[in-house]
């Protein structure tokens, strides 16, 4: 599950080879979107917002250059979902996924091209709506937007929602994944599954989000690196070794709940592991 910091960094290395340049070929491999071609269009930018990503594009003006107004503008707007990513292939160099799970390939006239894998989510919206697609976020921790005392407010009203379910939803804040949950809550000392009401520190948490997320938004993996001990983790993943502070075995656990009216379960929808410290983290 990709956490905020990786789709940043998917964002920026797509915008590093595509931004400015002019498509010479698109292929969309949904069906809602097959027959859509978008060769002659210029890609303006690629930004994240939260995990979602949006490629922005500017059709061809009268003299084949991109439109200066905002008029007619597009957006790709995907989502990575749990398998996904977007890669970036020099001309001619080989997919390094199976061409089956390609969803997109946009190709720019110098060869270059970024291809999306497996994607969760794939559509192409106008620009001007992209409001409508992403707006139901939580203030980004890696976007223009964040605002770290709305992100406390919005995870404040729902008192009674355990923090490691809160901390997932994107509608409260966007960019924490598993990992992330996780690693925040043993910062905090806090169980996961303790209601947001009883966080003796949400401000804490919130801003350790943001520091997590900065520190990691440049580097090439996934770690949790200048918090972990030796860029790894805390507690994600460690079932069954000693805890790093008190050298208790790491417990895995799982969170999920019932979304009202649907039977399904938010945190991303689905339940979803935790690990804890049951000495640094207890359950009160
Ligand atoms: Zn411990």
């Known amino acids: 599950m990709p956490e905020g910091d990786n789709v940043y960094q998917a964002a920026r290395r ?17 069906p809602a979107f097959a027959t859509l071609d978008l060769s002659g269009w210029t890609v303006l930018e690629v930004v994240s917002r939260g995990k979602h990503l949006l490629h922005r594009l500017a059709p061809p003006g009268p003299d084949g250059a991109a439109a200066p107004g905002p008029e007619g503008r ?10 996904g990513s977007w890669q970036v292939y020099a001309p001619g160099e080989r997919w390094r996924k199976p061409a089956h799970t390609a969803r997109a390939a946009l190709t720019t006239e ?23 697609a992403v707006g139901h976020l939580g203030p980004d921790l890696l976007g223009p937007d964040w605002d770290p005392a709305r992100a406390e407010a919005n995870l404040r009203a729902q008192p009674d929602r355990a923090v490691g379910l809160a901390l997932l939803d994107q509608r409260n804040l966007a960019g924490v994944g598993n990992i992330y949950r996780c690693e925040l809550c043993f910062l905090a ?14 401000a804490g948490m919130v801003a350790t989000a943001k ?20 860029n790894g ?16 075995r790491v417990r895995h656990g799982t969170l999920a709940e019932p979304v009202p009216g649907t039977g399904t ?12 410290c049951p000495s640094c983290q207890p359950l009160r």
């Open 74 to 83: 597009l957006s790709i707007h995907s989502h990575l979902s749990m398998e």
């Open 233 to 248: 983790t805390w507690v994600y993943g460690r079932t069954g070794q000693p805890c790093l502070r008190c050298r208790t």
């Open 14 to 30: 797509m915008n590093a080879a595509l931004a400015g340049k002019r498509l010479a070929a698109s292929d969309f491999r949904v």
């Open 110 to 132: 110098d060869g270059t091209s970024a291809v999306g894998f497996s994607l969760g989510m794939l559509e192409v919206i106008a620009t001007a709506e992209e409001g409508d």
């Open 265 to 276: 379960r938010l945190g991303d929808t689905r339940e979803r592991d935790i690990y804890y």
């Open 211 to 230: 520091r997590l997320l900065e520190a990691n938004k440049a580097r090439s993996r996934n770690t949790v690196g200048g918090f972990g001990p030796r």
């Open 189 to 202: 000392r806090v169980h996961p599954a303790t209601p947001v009401g009883d966080v003796p520190d949400l």
